[in-house]
């Protein structure tokens, strides 16, 4: 599988002055980067440090504006991706390239076989070869929409490591979509390739990660190479950190100490609640659940285990196929979105590119959508009053919005994230159903606004926090409840239980 | 952390400030002139020299009022039936069906007027005929929005199914009830009172219905770039999930839409009977339901930019005309120069959204 002549070269691939530039921002700026042999070069920093962009010039979706790239001895041009490919260069996107109405076998086969037929029956052998060798757990004849995140991943590494001849395998914020047990699984995993001579590209913002596995660090920022050091050297955790982040200091999130006297009225309740998911298989089954005034319960699950279904059933975007769903006191049907917004309820989705972005639309405009109060101007809008007060609103500025004439539909992931937040925080509902807050978002942003979800609790939003992170959920929540199973378990205070626990239930249920 | 203050030059990806000057205006230009000089290669073969034809075509439009008149007479109901596959794209429903519509609006035009109206004054009547097409087209709207909306059914099938429908329905009046006593048993409708015309402006065939469609296009305009309720369709249009997720009743909305837009192709129906034939044929309005829904798309879909087209479509109807006249060729090969444009058009225009 690896290139024989890989002790010829010191190196993989090397990089030179790469700069890429689009229009006048330069979002690359003469990068130098070397990836060796059998070991793990990370590459880390904030959203918009440049990211991205490097590893789509790796991977040959962007042509360098200056700068070479040298493989094998000689320089090499890497675009289109198929030319990046038949070098050996494969990547594991964050969004996963699969078709989920196909099997397993037959999206690996449609990036790997050549020719007319399709030899599944070889191919299947080689699956489970790969799959057994690296501990990558999928089952070939699995559809891959009934697959979870990690699992998807774990077909998109294989499907990587079967294309032939690939060399260097380039991760895209791999741990993002995984519970802490996969997360170490999937650093075992890097080791067993790292033996084997793979060269591999990891791109995080996770500092622990970086610290356990990497051989190699490229820390970027603002488009430069801020810092590069190697295991040998010696890996400081604080030294990357501010590598990262420039002069800008860290403030710690605070939570008060819950009052345990007072009891607050309760503002959501869930009785005997049982949710179908969009093929009418059952989600979760007869669970409960409440919520507390000023409340942040935290939920914690494997993703595909209900977390989108719970989250919109209790937004009246599903209905409940049993049981009763009551806020403030009052009986509410799914289906009637606009009865949920009217009863204090905000939800800020899981999936905010595809389900709130409007494409054309200005920031401002999708500020008036379930956050700035419309405010009338004859048969239309008053924009210029909603913009005079989104840019005083200090929400928007704490997490740093971009311009409100600017289109959503051209902001990066994590810009599109500040957008959904501020419009959340700005209208402080009653009740906030918000999924994931932090993904996307790099360590200051995610700081800012787990403390600003802190005070809107403070101030008596009940939240619904689902989250991927369980040091965020055990640091921001009054109680912790999991989904596993088809079940909802809990409530456990975070003060009671530990995150080997709650992972543990994640991953086994009631049972663990 | 500080974004970048860089806002793109309409495309992404990077285009410099030099490039983005002049190439997309000469690509433009390209675009326009492609089909005329392929449709040129295709006149060639029959012996008709495609500059004098342009030539003509140009001369018969601009050259005096009675050809300018016949145009924009001919663009009528393009912009009319192009409203009426506009509104409903911006959001996000593709409605074929104004040629149905179109036809029901004519026959209900044609039935008020020649069992009500007939002894009507003309500033009553007119407007009350004009008020049953917008209820025929906005009944036969309704049939698809309803579909839709109860049986999930897809409106762009549907509508287009129902254009049969639609069009045997006046067959079938103009062949019973509706037939005229005096016309030899061919399958017209009596004509109307000359009251229930629309006045005409002098020295051309031009009706008021011209002005009625330029209008109601601004009106359309206005509703969807300035009002509320045009914020929510367009936010329907381009993600439904986020129209949703803001609390909208999507299926009301995709409902009243359709609605309009059968309303918009009924009028043009009664322009068609009122204005220029005066009676009700299985042949009246034919295709001009096709032609607006090309309209619109040339237009992107943006109900001013929609006269401009419909205006264009309009002249090379005409120059169909001229083309049987001068050349010997039919009038509907003229047709193969519409089909022309469009393809040049919207694969240019996906180039370049690229």
Redesign the interface.
Known sequence: MVHPDVESYPYLLKAQGLTK?????TANQSIQLEVKPGSIHAILG???AGKSTLMKMLYGVYEPDEGEIWMDGETVSLHPPTRARAKGIGMVFQDFRVIPAMTVLDNIALSVEKGWRIRRKSLRNRIVEVSSKYGLAVDPDAFVWQLDLGQRQRLEIVKVLLAPGTRIIIFDEPTSVLVPQEVESFLQMLDLLRRDGYGILLITHKINEVLACADQVTVLRSGRVSHQMSREEGLDGDALISAMLGDKALKPVLKPAPNSSEVRPEVLRVENGTIRGDHGEEVLADFQLSMRHGEIVGVAGISGSGQRELAEAL?G?RKLASGTLTVHGKPLRGGD??A??EAGVS?V?EDPI????????TIL?HMV??GIP?R?KG???DWRHIRSELENSEEAKSL?L??AG?RAD?LSGG?VQRMVLSRALIRKPDILIISYPSRGL?I??TLTIQQRLIELAERGTAILLFSEDLDELFKLSDKLVVLAGKRLLGPYLPSETDKAQIGARMLKGESA | ?????????GV?????PFRSNWKPLFKQLLVWLSPFVVFGVFLLFYHVNPLRLYGSMVQSTFGDLYGLGEVLLKATPFILTGLAAALPAKAGLVNVGGEGQLAIGALFATGSAVFLLERFPAWLGIPIMLLAGALGGALWGMLIAALKVKGRLNETITSVLLNYVAGYTVAFFVHGILKDPESFNWPYSPEIAWTLRLPIFDGTRLHVGFIIAIVLAIVVWYVLA????G?RI??LG??R??A??????VNRTYFWVLVAAGALAGIAGMIEISGIEGRLRPTTGVNYGYFGFLAAMLAWNHPLKLLGTSFLLGMISVAGNTLEIGSGLPASSATILMGLVLLFILGGRRRAKR
Do not use: Y
């Open positions: 530039r689009f229009g006048s921002l904030e959203n918009g937004f975007l979105v606009r949920f917004m939800f989705s595809k389900e709130s972005v409007i494409p054309g639309f405009e959508l379930d419309v009338n048969v239309g809008i740093a971009a311009d600017r051209q810009n790099d200051g942003t | 952390m500080k974004q970048p203050t860089f806002v793109p030059v992404s990806g990077g285009i410099g300035k009002t509320r309720l914020f367009r936010v381009s993600n999930h986020a949703e997720r803001a609390g909208m009743n």
